[in-house]
């Protein structure tokens, strides 16, 4: 089983600055990727930013120039600097992990979210 934390989150003016962080612990053998989603009230959750075991990214839209995605795999933790702050941010940010066993399986696993605040 793998365990995911997520901490960072926060109220923030528009404009500001949060870095969101995610470690992963547990049983962990490998993982292919790790992400960033977002849930606003009344939305669907969405991907915001993806890391994959290479190194490549990908991003919403939305979060494109503005946020970072990065991860480091020795510590099995993945990082979302999110700069210059919309309200139209403002969700719970849960963490995605997809986890491949020694037996070649892969599962993902989500964290509990973390809130993030954003006044205009």
């Known amino acids: 089983q793998v365990q995911l934390v997520e901490s960072g989150g926060g109220l923030v003016q528009a404009g500001g600055s949060l870095r969101l962080s995610c470690a992963a612990s547990?049983?962990?053998?490998?993982?292919?990727?790790m992400g960033w989603y977002r849930q606003a009230p009344g939305k669907q959750r969405e991907v915001v930013a993806l890391?994959?075991?290479?190194?490549?990214?990908n991003y919403a839209d939305s979060a494109k120039g503005r946020f970072t995605i990065s991860r480091d795999a020795a510590k099995n933790t993945v990082y979302l600097q999110m700069n210059s702050l919309k309200p139209e941010d403002a969700a719970v940010y849960y963490c995605?992990?997809?986890?491949?066993?020694?037996?070649?399986?892969?599962?993902?696993?989500w964290g509990q979210g973390t809130q993030v605040t954003v006044s205009s």
């Open positions: 547990g049983s962990i053998f490998s993982i292919n990727s």
């Open positions: 890391i994959r075991s290479g190194g490549n990214t």
């Open positions: 995605n992990c997809v986890h491949v066993a020694y037996s070649g399986i892969s599962r993902g696993y």
